[in-house]
Each structure stands twice: as structure tokens, then as C-alpha cells.
């Protein structure tokens, strides 16, 4: 296997990319989300409330799959599933530890990013899997 395997769906559903190793783990999986966008319909040209959206969740794929690599354990599990006109994703790892959220002190570096994701997205959450654990987030396109 490879430091990144993706299993793409032909039919336009639920698309995973595996991770094997921390390095370059985030920018695999924001190429791999970007492209994702692109094929679910996500990133129309000339479309800046589209675009922002997008961004929006790029940034939450790389703050997922960043606390999966500095927290959790390889492999690392990305999950992109469309469920009408929003996206849900998810990003399953082998280490037990389950994400918190850091204080609400802006003097207090780190610990922002979990504030970050229940900003953004419409729904998030964590569920302790055998071995491990899966943190998702749904967002509104």
C-alpha cells in the first residue's frame, strides 16, 4: 500500500482516501477533498458563496486529518459522502484518545481547532470506534 490510497465511487457517491503515514497526510487529503468538491458539484465557476463554502471545508478536512496525525494513530481514514446538497466528512483513526476542546482562551496557544469545526459545521461529532475513533462534521453547501 501506498502512503495514500483513494477508493473513488464511479457512481458519484462516497469517496475514501487512506493515509498510511503522517507525512504529507494533509495536503494528500486537501488535494484529494479539492478534487472531491470539484466531481460532487461543489466549486462552480464564478461562484463565491460556493467557493467560501468550499474553503470553509478545506479548512476543516486539514484541521480533521492534522489532529488525526498529531493525536491519533496510522492508519488515517478520510471519508467524503455526499447526503443531498451536503457533504459529510469523516476522518477515523487508530489511537483512543478522543479530541476535547481546547479553552476559550485566546492567550492559550492551540487547542482552537475543535472551536474551529463547531463554528463552521452544521453538525459534528465523535464516535469511539473498535480500535479507535472517527470524528465527522456534516456542512451545508
Not at 487512506?18 to 497526510?25: E, H, R, W
Not at 460556493?50 to 474553503?55: K, S, T
Not at 466528512?89 to 492559550?108: A, F, I, K, Q, Y
Request: proline letters at 6%.
Amino acid at each position: 500500500m501506498s502512503a495514500a490510497d483513494a477508493d473513488t465511487a464511479p457512481d458519484g457517491g462516497t469517496l475514501r482516501l487512506v493515509l498510511t503515514s503522517g507525512a504529507g497526510a494533509v495536503g494528500a487529503a486537501r488535494d484529494f477533498s479539492r478534487q472531491a468538491l470539484t466531481g460532487f458539484g461543489w466549486l462552480p465557476a464564478r461562484d463565491q458563496v460556493a467557493q467560501d463554502a468550499a474553503d470553509d471545508l478545506l479548512l476543516l478536512v486539514s484541521e480533521l486529518v492534522t489532529n488525526a496525525c498529531r493525536h491519533g494513530a496510522a492508519p488515517y481514514r478520510l471519508t467524503l459522502e455526499p447526503i443531498g446538497a451536503d457533504l459529510r466528512v469523516e476522518v477515523t483513526d487508530s489511537g483512543p484518545e478522543l479530541p476535547t476542546m481546547g479553552p476559550d482562551r485566546p492567550e492559550v496557544p492551540g487547542g482552537f481547532g475543535m472551536r474551529l469545526v463547531a463554528q463552521l459545521a452544521s453538525a459534528w461529532g465523535v464516535r469511539a470506534d473498535q480500535g479507535g475513533k472517527t470524528v465527522w462534521l456534516e456542512m451545508a453547501r
